[in-house]
């Protein structure tokens, strides 16, 4: 009986004649299982060569390694067996054992995740090329200028594109951080960086080796030739706790303090502390300003408002609670919600705060009304289909963007509580990862569990760009960006800034970036060369 063979997807043909020479042809090269079959079809007449033509090229065609498929692809035209692994390389089999172990180096997962390396340096690979693939389809600056030149282009369309252009073009660039005190560089991995309104200044979180972690400051500035310095003043604030959330607080003047929601640890309840911004600095240091500590447990998220009705408040998000409080007074407010909170934001116009649940819920507290057992407070309330992990009110404030556990990012319109736009490619299983506006350039940013910053057109959703990791992707080393209109300053450039186990990465709107002075040598050696030629 004739046997199927799946790599031909045809049965085999009948054995030739003992005159026919077997996988051989001019040239003493060994032909390819497919091409060894059709020549063997040679007397099969002379109606027939065309059709053995025809088939010749495909085959000729389809040997033809291909730029755009990936190992994963070739392998998937190859039955799965279970138990056993295809290497379409060694174009064989190979035995599989379950789970981790480390005698055995074919597991599943080890497979897996050596094609996500595999993958990652390709992109790092094409992301040092000069010129890059334009975000949108014959998008470029010169053709955008000319359609503006004559009138076909709005100019708030136009300022919209060139951004995506420039987004499309960034090329990263590693910063080295100084420190006030001159000790060494900085060797603690980054957990967490948080930029103030202006994007001047960015609070970072870094992991410690004893455990625990410690706080800091990082100062920018631009300097004349285009180059960007960071300067680090760090300060001995220690903690054993997780950092859950921070977001930057006016109290004495605009991010004059930072607002930290801690998780308790061991014997160590949890609290949100109030952290004047002048203790990382050297100006003022006997003038530290108000610092105190709420002891609020199983604190999840927390937001301060800038509403000036209710100027130095903040709120925080519990399991199964929402709490409102006056930082100078005291006075706390209470709602009683189905879900731990674990992302909120205030609108600006408004007191409003808006909530994201565990459940899915988003809700939205008027903070004029007093809190009631019905949850008749609750001004607006809507669903997505998982954990929310963070919310943003944009500008208008009619809109809100939601970013959930199962890597869905949602446009809400909240007059309607309606999705109006979803931004896709975002990956998350199961991490609390927020999301970044930037409504000056119309860009939404997220780092996903995979360890890529994608961006997107905040209009559309159309994805811009994606970025990945310097560094092998883990849970533990997930990078944390922070995007600037102009970072180090008013003379500073739009860039994203990305930091990601102890290093640090600029990636500026600036195509000739360079580090330091190189810049200024490689003018002055091009007109020294301009004048040794005359």
């Known amino acids: 009986m004739k046997k199927w063979n799946w790599r031909e997807g045809r049965r085999p043909h009948k054995r030739r004649g003992a005159g026919q020479h077997h996988g051989w042809y001019r040239g003493n090269r060994q032909m390819s299982g497919r091409d060894e079959q059709w020549y063997g079809h040679n007397d099969a007449g002379p109606s027939n060569r065309a059709t053995q033509r025809r088939f010749e090229s495909q085959s000729a065609s389809a040997s033809l390694p291909q730029p755009s498929s990936s190992s994963s692809k070739s392998s998937s035209t190859a039955p799965e067996l279970p138990g056993f692994y295809f290497d379409p390389e060694k174009n064989r089999y190979f035995r599989l054992l379950p789970g981790h172990n480390n005698c055995n180096p074919l597991t599943r997962e080890q497979l897996q995740e050596k094609e996500r390396e595999k993958q990652r340096h390709k992109m790092l690979a094409e992301d040092e090329k000069p010129r890059k693939k334009a975000p949108r389809k014959g998008l470029n600056t010169s053709l955008l200028l000319q359609k503006r030149h004559v009138g076909l282009l709005p100019e708030n369309s136009y300022c919209r594109l060139i951004h995506e252009v420039k987004v499309s073009g960034m090329r990263r660039h590693k910063l080295e951080i100084q420190s006030t005190d001159n000790s060494s560089p900085n060797t603690d991995?980054?957990?967490?960086?948080?930029?103030?309104?202006?994007?001047?200044?960015?609070?970072?979180?870094?992991?410690?080796?004893?455990?625990?972690?410690?706080?800091?400051?990082?100062?920018?500035?631009?300097?004349?030739?285009?180059?960007?310095?960071?300067?680090?003043?760090?300060?001995?604030?220690?903690?054993?706790?997780?950092?859950?959330?921070?977001?930057?607080?006016?109290?004495?003047?605009?991010?004059?303090?930072?607002?930290?929601?801690?998780?308790?640890?061991?014997?160590?309840?949890?609290?949100?502390?109030?952290?004047?911004?002048?203790?990382?600095?050297?100006?003022?240091?006997?003038?530290?300003?108000?610092?105190?500590?709420?002891?609020?447990?199983?604190?999840?998220?927390?937001?301060?408002?800038?509403?000036?009705?209710?100027?130095?408040?903040?709120?925080?998000?519990?399991?199964?609670?929402?709490?409102?409080?006056?930082?100078?007074?005291?006075?706390?407010?209470?709602?009683?919600?189905?879900?731990?909170?674990?992302?909120?934001?205030?609108?600006?116009?408004?007191?409003?705060?808006?909530?994201?649940?565990?459940?899915?819920?988003?809700?939205?507290?008027?903070?004029?009304?007093?809190?009631?057992?019905?949850?008749?407070?609750?001004?607006?309330?809507?669903?997505?289909?998982?954990?929310?992990?963070?919310?943003?009110?944009?500008?208008?404030?009619?809109?809100?963007?939601?970013?959930?556990?199962?890597?869905?990012?949602?446009?809400?319109?909240?007059?309607?509580?309606?999705?109006?736009?979803?931004?896709?490619?975002?990956?998350?299983?199961?991490?609390?990862?927020?999301?970044?506006?930037?409504?000056?350039?119309?860009?939404?940013?997220?780092?996903?569990?995979?360890?890529?910053?994608?961006?997107?057109?905040?209009?559309?959703?159309?994805?811009?760009?994606?970025?990945?990791?310097?560094?092998?992707?883990?849970?533990?080393?997930?990078?944390?960006?922070?995007?600037?209109s102009n970072l180090g300053g008013c003379r500073g450039l739009p860039g994203l800034l990305m930091a990601v186990k102890h290093d640090l990465y600029y990636f500026p709107y600036n195509t000739d970036y360079q580090e330091g002075g190189e810049v200024v040598a490689g003018l002055q050696e091009q007109s020294g060369n301009a004048s040794s030629n005359r």
């Open 189 to 484: 991995n980054f957990r967490l960086i948080v930029g103030d309104s202006a994007c001047e200044r960015v609070f970072t979180v870094n992991d410690v080796s004893h455990g625990g972690c410690k706080y800091g400051i990082m100062n920018f500035s631009s300097s004349s030739r285009g180059s960007l310095s960071v300067e680090m003043c760090d300060n001995l604030y220690f903690t054993n706790r997780k950092v859950n959330s921070i977001c930057w607080a006016s109290v004495n003047y605009p991010d004059s303090h930072v607002l930290l929601c801690l998780v308790g640890a061991a014997d160590t309840p949890g609290c949100v502390s109030l952290l004047p911004a002048s203790l990382f600095s050297n100006s003022n240091p006997d003038q530290p300003g108000m610092l105190c500590s709420f002891k609020i447990s199983t604190a999840w998220s927390c937001a301060w408002c800038l509403n000036p009705q209710f100027d130095k408040t903040f709120s925080t998000g519990l399991s199964r609670r929402v709490i409102v409080k006056d930082a100078e007074t005291g006075r706390t407010q209470t709602y009683s919600v189905g879900s731990d909170v674990l992302a909120q934001q205030f609108a600006l116009r408004v007191p409003v705060l808006f909530n994201g649940c565990r459940s899915g819920e988003i809700f939205s507290i008027d903070l004029r009304q007093r809190g009631r057992r019905d949850h008749s407070w609750k001004a607006k309330r809507f669903h997505q289909e998982s954990a929310i992990t963070s919310v943003r009110v944009l500008q208008d404030e009619n809109y809100l963007l939601a970013a959930d556990m199962l890597g869905q990012i949602k446009l809400w319109d909240v007059r309607v509580t309606k999705p109006v736009q979803e931004y896709k490619g975002h990956y998350n299983e199961h991490a609390y990862l927020p999301i970044h506006v930037n409504e000056r350039e119309g860009l939404l940013l997220a780092v996903g569990q995979d360890c890529y910053t994608r961006l997107w057109s905040l209009k559309d959703g159309h994805l811009l760009r994606t970025i990945p990791s310097p560094h092998p992707a883990a849970n533990d080393m997930i990078p944390s960006v922070v995007f600037s």
